[in-house]
Protein backbone atom coordinates (compact mmCIF):
# COMPACT_ATOMS: atom_id res chain seq x y z
CA UNK A 1 0.00 0.00 0.00
CA UNK A 2 1.15 3.57 -0.58
CA UNK A 3 0.89 6.39 1.60
CA UNK A 4 -0.04 10.04 0.66
CA UNK A 5 0.36 12.62 3.19
CA UNK A 6 -2.20 15.25 2.94
CA UNK A 7 -1.03 18.43 4.84
CA UNK A 8 -3.78 20.66 3.76
CA UNK A 9 -7.35 19.51 3.48
CA UNK A 10 -8.73 22.18 1.94
CA UNK A 11 -6.02 22.32 -0.90
CA UNK A 12 -5.21 18.77 -1.79
CA UNK A 13 -1.87 18.44 -3.75
CA UNK A 14 -1.80 18.06 -7.22
CA UNK A 15 -0.09 14.91 -7.14
CA UNK A 16 -2.24 13.34 -4.81
CA UNK A 17 -4.76 14.38 -6.61
CA UNK A 18 -3.49 13.07 -10.01
CA UNK A 19 -2.00 9.63 -8.17
CA UNK A 20 -5.72 9.14 -6.92
CA UNK A 21 -7.17 9.41 -10.32
CA UNK A 22 -4.39 6.98 -12.36
CA UNK A 23 -5.51 4.24 -9.32
CA UNK A 24 -9.57 4.97 -10.24
CA UNK A 25 -9.09 4.61 -13.74
CA UNK A 26 -6.57 1.46 -13.21
CA UNK A 27 -9.65 -0.42 -11.08
CA UNK A 28 -7.86 -0.19 -7.96
CA UNK A 29 -8.88 0.97 -5.01
CA UNK A 30 -7.66 3.87 -2.70
CA UNK A 31 -8.41 4.35 0.55
CA UNK A 32 -9.67 8.59 1.08
CA UNK A 33 -10.51 10.90 3.81
CA UNK A 34 -14.58 11.38 3.88
CA UNK A 35 -16.69 13.74 5.02
CA UNK A 36 -18.55 11.17 7.18
CA UNK A 37 -17.72 8.13 9.16
CA UNK A 38 -14.04 8.09 8.66
CA UNK A 39 -12.26 7.05 6.00
CA UNK A 40 -14.00 5.31 2.85
CA UNK A 41 -12.93 2.65 0.05
CA UNK A 42 -12.91 4.15 -3.54
CA UNK A 43 -12.71 2.27 -6.97
CA UNK A 44 -14.38 3.47 -10.08
CA UNK A 45 -18.41 2.62 -9.76
CA UNK A 46 -18.34 2.28 -13.73
CA UNK A 47 -15.81 -0.89 -13.52
CA UNK A 48 -17.60 -4.33 -12.50
CA UNK A 49 -13.93 -5.46 -11.72
CA UNK A 50 -12.92 -2.35 -9.19
CA UNK A 51 -16.40 -2.73 -7.61
CA UNK A 52 -15.88 -6.55 -7.17
CA UNK A 53 -13.07 -5.61 -5.48
CA UNK A 54 -14.40 -3.17 -3.08
CA UNK A 55 -17.21 -5.88 -2.30
CA UNK A 56 -14.32 -8.59 -1.27
CA UNK A 57 -11.89 -6.49 0.62
CA UNK A 58 -14.97 -5.39 2.73
CA UNK A 59 -16.29 -9.15 3.56
CA UNK A 60 -19.25 -7.11 2.11
CA UNK A 61 -22.52 -8.81 1.19
CA UNK A 62 -23.21 -8.46 -2.68
CA UNK A 63 -26.81 -8.17 -1.20
CA UNK A 64 -25.79 -4.80 -0.19
CA UNK A 65 -25.98 -1.87 -2.47
CA UNK A 66 -22.90 0.81 -2.43
CA UNK A 67 -23.31 4.31 -2.84
CA UNK A 68 -21.44 6.81 -4.87
CA UNK A 69 -19.16 9.99 -5.03
CA UNK A 70 -19.94 12.83 -7.81
CA UNK A 71 -18.49 16.06 -7.79
CA UNK A 72 -21.73 17.96 -8.62
CA UNK A 73 -25.43 17.63 -9.29
CA UNK A 74 -24.17 18.20 -13.75
CA UNK A 75 -22.20 14.98 -13.32
CA UNK A 76 -24.87 13.52 -10.70
CA UNK A 77 -27.15 13.88 -13.99
CA UNK A 78 -25.17 11.79 -16.05
CA UNK A 79 -25.32 8.10 -14.02
CA UNK A 80 -29.07 8.98 -12.22
CA UNK A 81 -32.00 10.86 -13.31
CA UNK A 82 -31.46 13.77 -10.96
CA UNK A 83 -34.57 15.56 -10.75
CA UNK A 84 -35.21 18.90 -10.10
CA UNK A 85 -35.99 17.87 -6.17
CA UNK A 86 -32.67 16.37 -5.89
CA UNK A 87 -31.47 19.73 -7.15
CA UNK A 88 -33.04 21.79 -5.17
CA UNK A 89 -31.41 19.71 -2.15
CA UNK A 90 -28.17 20.05 -3.75
CA UNK A 91 -28.51 23.70 -3.15
CA UNK A 92 -29.02 23.70 0.64
CA UNK A 93 -27.33 20.80 1.54
CA UNK A 94 -24.35 19.96 -0.79
CA UNK A 95 -21.61 19.42 -0.62
CA UNK A 96 -22.29 18.00 2.91
CA UNK A 97 -23.70 14.69 4.89
CA UNK A 98 -26.75 13.91 3.00
CA UNK A 99 -26.86 10.95 0.68
CA UNK A 100 -29.74 11.28 -1.99
CA UNK A 101 -30.84 7.82 -3.86
CA UNK A 102 -32.09 8.39 -7.28
CA UNK A 103 -33.33 5.64 -10.51
CA UNK A 104 -29.92 5.16 -11.89
CA UNK A 105 -29.15 5.15 -15.19
CA UNK A 106 -27.37 1.98 -17.00
CA UNK A 107 -23.90 2.80 -16.70
CA UNK A 108 -23.91 2.27 -13.16
CA UNK A 109 -23.64 -2.07 -12.87
CA UNK A 110 -25.86 -3.85 -11.07
CA UNK A 111 -23.42 -5.33 -8.94
CA UNK A 112 -22.70 -1.78 -7.03
CA UNK A 113 -26.52 -1.53 -6.33
CA UNK A 114 -27.23 -4.80 -5.23
CA UNK A 115 -29.80 -5.59 -8.51
CA UNK A 116 -31.71 -2.25 -7.35
CA UNK A 117 -32.68 0.24 -10.06
CA UNK A 118 -31.51 3.01 -7.79
CA UNK A 119 -27.77 4.46 -6.59
CA UNK A 120 -27.17 6.53 -3.41
CA UNK A 121 -25.30 9.48 -4.81
CA UNK A 122 -23.08 11.66 -2.81
CA UNK A 123 -21.64 15.36 -2.57
CA UNK A 124 -19.50 14.88 0.29
CA UNK A 125 -17.85 17.79 1.66
CA UNK A 126 -14.66 16.49 1.44
CA UNK A 127 -12.48 18.52 -0.70
CA UNK A 128 -10.08 14.99 -1.85
CA UNK A 129 -13.58 13.45 -2.96
CA UNK A 130 -14.38 15.90 -4.84
CA UNK A 131 -11.06 16.60 -6.72
CA UNK A 132 -10.87 13.35 -7.71
CA UNK A 133 -13.91 12.84 -8.92
CA UNK A 134 -13.79 16.02 -11.05
CA UNK A 135 -10.10 15.47 -12.27
CA UNK A 136 -10.85 11.88 -13.16
CA UNK A 137 -14.49 12.37 -14.06
CA UNK A 138 -15.56 9.64 -12.74
CA UNK A 139 -18.07 8.26 -9.86
CA UNK A 140 -16.56 6.40 -7.49
CA UNK A 141 -17.76 3.91 -4.24
CA UNK A 142 -17.77 6.04 -0.96
CA UNK A 143 -17.97 2.66 1.92
CA UNK A 144 -16.28 2.65 5.16
CA UNK A 145 -13.03 1.44 5.01
CA UNK A 146 -13.56 -1.45 7.43
CA UNK A 147 -14.45 -5.46 6.94
CA UNK A 148 -18.07 -5.72 6.94
CA UNK A 149 -19.27 -6.89 10.29
CA UNK A 150 -16.92 -4.72 12.47
CA UNK A 151 -19.09 -1.83 14.69
CA UNK A 152 -16.01 0.57 14.05
CA UNK A 153 -14.78 2.75 11.26
CA UNK A 154 -11.29 3.83 10.61
CA UNK A 155 -10.31 7.34 11.92
CA UNK A 156 -6.47 6.79 11.61
CA UNK A 157 -3.77 5.61 9.48
CA UNK A 158 -3.31 3.31 12.57
CA UNK A 159 -6.31 1.40 12.08
CA UNK A 160 -6.59 1.40 8.34
CA UNK A 161 -3.43 -0.94 8.35
CA UNK A 162 -4.64 -3.00 11.63
CA UNK A 163 -7.78 -3.96 9.73
CA UNK A 164 -6.30 -4.73 5.96
CA UNK A 165 -3.31 -6.18 7.06
CA UNK A 166 -3.16 -9.63 5.61
CA UNK A 167 -5.61 -9.29 3.48
CA UNK A 168 -6.13 -11.22 0.15
CA UNK A 169 -6.74 -7.58 -1.66
CA UNK A 170 -5.28 -4.19 -0.15
CA UNK A 171 -6.44 -1.07 -0.99
CA UNK A 172 -3.70 0.47 -3.35
CA UNK A 173 -3.42 4.03 -1.52
CA UNK A 174 -3.87 5.51 1.33
CA UNK A 175 -4.65 9.20 1.56
CA UNK A 176 -3.53 9.93 5.03
CA UNK A 177 -5.48 13.22 6.14
CA UNK A 178 -4.42 12.22 10.34
CA UNK A 179 -7.12 11.53 12.79
CA UNK A 180 -10.43 12.12 11.10
CA UNK A 181 -13.72 13.49 13.87
CA UNK A 182 -15.97 11.01 14.38
CA UNK A 183 -18.86 12.14 12.79
CA UNK A 184 -21.74 10.20 11.89
CA UNK A 185 -22.85 8.47 8.48
CA UNK A 186 -24.74 10.35 6.34
CA UNK A 187 -28.47 11.27 6.29
CA UNK A 188 -29.81 9.04 3.53
CA UNK A 189 -32.93 10.38 1.84
CA UNK A 190 -34.37 7.99 -1.16
CA UNK A 191 -36.11 10.57 -3.81
CA UNK A 192 -36.88 7.19 -6.21
CA UNK A 193 -40.43 6.60 -4.35
CA UNK A 194 -43.42 9.10 -3.72
CA UNK A 195 -43.51 10.44 -1.07
CA UNK A 196 -39.42 10.49 -0.35
CA UNK A 197 -38.55 8.36 2.65
CA UNK A 198 -35.82 9.13 5.02
CA UNK A 199 -33.91 5.43 5.09
CA UNK A 200 -31.33 6.56 7.65
CA UNK A 201 -30.67 9.37 9.94
CA UNK A 202 -27.84 11.27 10.23
CA UNK A 203 -26.15 14.40 10.28
CA UNK A 204 -29.31 16.33 8.53
CA UNK A 205 -32.17 16.26 10.37
CA UNK A 206 -35.59 15.18 9.50
CA UNK A 207 -37.08 18.50 10.43
CA UNK A 208 -34.26 20.22 7.66
CA UNK A 209 -36.01 18.11 5.06
CA UNK A 210 -39.47 18.74 5.88
CA UNK A 211 -39.69 21.52 3.17
CA UNK A 212 -39.50 18.72 0.03
CA UNK A 213 -42.98 17.42 1.07
CA UNK A 214 -44.77 20.71 0.79
CA UNK A 215 -42.40 22.51 -2.02
CA UNK A 216 -41.09 25.27 -0.05
CA UNK A 217 -38.22 26.90 0.22
Not at 88 to 107: E, I
Not at 190 to 211: C, F, T, V
Request: aromatic share 6%.
Amino acid sequence: MQILKLTDWANPADEIINRAAEVLKSSGIMVYPADTAGYSLGANALDEEAVRKVFEIKNRSFDLPMNIVVSDGQMAARFCYWTDQAQKLADRFLPGALTLVLKKKSDIPDLLTAGLDSVGIRIPDSPVALEVSRRSQLPFTITTANISGQAVSAFTLEEIQAMFQGQMIEPNIIIDAGKLPNIPPSTVLDLSISPPKILRQGPILAEDLQYIENGSK
